[in-house]
């Protein structure tokens, strides 16, 4: 039977009947069974693709982390590039007479505000110099060593600054309220004072030039008794975030004559 | 004296941080006083004399970096610690069940009796007092003194038993010799 249909296959010299019985049979198991097995080399390929895909992932990851690192510390670069560009150009306005200093430490108590600034005795800083920011008033000098001063707030409880109402020059004594900000006391009730006015320093006394910004009025209560009107003032400086400031220097000589006339008395 | 340079340079540092690091916390945010955590610490852990140096420094240095009315910082902290050892000799205030309790109470009386002496006597008035802010302050520090108590314990413990080991290792030694 072997031979007859080897025979046949040979000598007969076409695809016949029976080859394509054959073919027929074994076709769809050998179907069957590539489909079977393309099915696990399929899983396989995807679960090795899985294996990259998970690397790549890791990768891309990695390398997001690294563009947003870049992108926050680009971002940062550019906030302190704007705000140094603002510190420059407030300190070419108000001329030489500004020293530029570092906040390095703050006051934790709750009622008295100061810090502490890295200019001292050896920068020709003196006690009652007083220190501003691009905003406004920030204090005054009020205890120095040679490297480092200690700076009262103005919003401190025990500062008082001779203000006025930007628009009408109507004056009054600013005086520091702690985290509430400052209150202007002295103003009569007929002033016209209203909120959002601008408060600037009145220059009486000869410690702040006239005109310096302090804060805006945030509210205004006139009460049923006395003379003088409630007035809260919201600080234009933002004490929280103080990180460089200026001490002003135009007035050392004049500083140090009253320090050396007041010790001979 | 180990225990005691030690605990003073501890204090330094506390200030240093307390002056700086946690002025970073923002704004509003309130902060524990760390440095009156350690003064009472010392009131309960350390002998008189430690615990004075201890006070009197970081009262100091305090006034040195932050203070407006010189000397304030060192005498509000040597009347806490006073006030504190008293409270602990020979009173069942000394357990540690009340350590905590008591640091909260007595630095709720401290800010209150602050506030009302620098009211009656500065010239300037202060700002009002807010009792929502002082309850805050003083819940904040109630819960930093449980970790805080727990550091401080444990460089107290681990440097005694320091000394002890080097005391004991002494004595035997002059024996042998």
Redesign the interface.
Known sequence: MVGLLLLASLLGGGFGALHKLTLDLVGPLESAVSRSLSGVITVKDDYLALFNVREDNKRLAALVDKYMQELAERRESYHKFKHYEELLDFKKQEGFGLLTARVVGKDPALWFQTIIIDRGAEDDVVEGMVVLGPSGVIGQIIHTSESYSKVLLANAPSSAIDAMVQKNRVRGILKGAGANGYVLEYVLKNADVVEGDYIVTAGIGGIFQSGIPLGQVSSVRSLERGMFLEIKVRPSVDFQKLEEVFVDLTDRKKILNEMYSGADR | MILTVAFVLLGILIC?L???V??LI???FS?P?L?FLLVAFSAYKLPWIPGILLAFTVGWVLDV?????LGFYPLQFLFVLVCLKMLTLNSPVKESAYQIPMVGVSYFLL?MSV?LL?SMT???????WSWV?MIQ?TILLVLAAIPCFLVFNGIHDYLANRIARSRSVRRRVRKHL
């Open positions: 240093v307390q002056t700086t946690l002025q923002p704004g509003s902060r006083d440095v970096l932050v203070g407006v009315n800010q506030y620098s500065l010239q300037y008035g202060l700002p009002e802010g302050e």
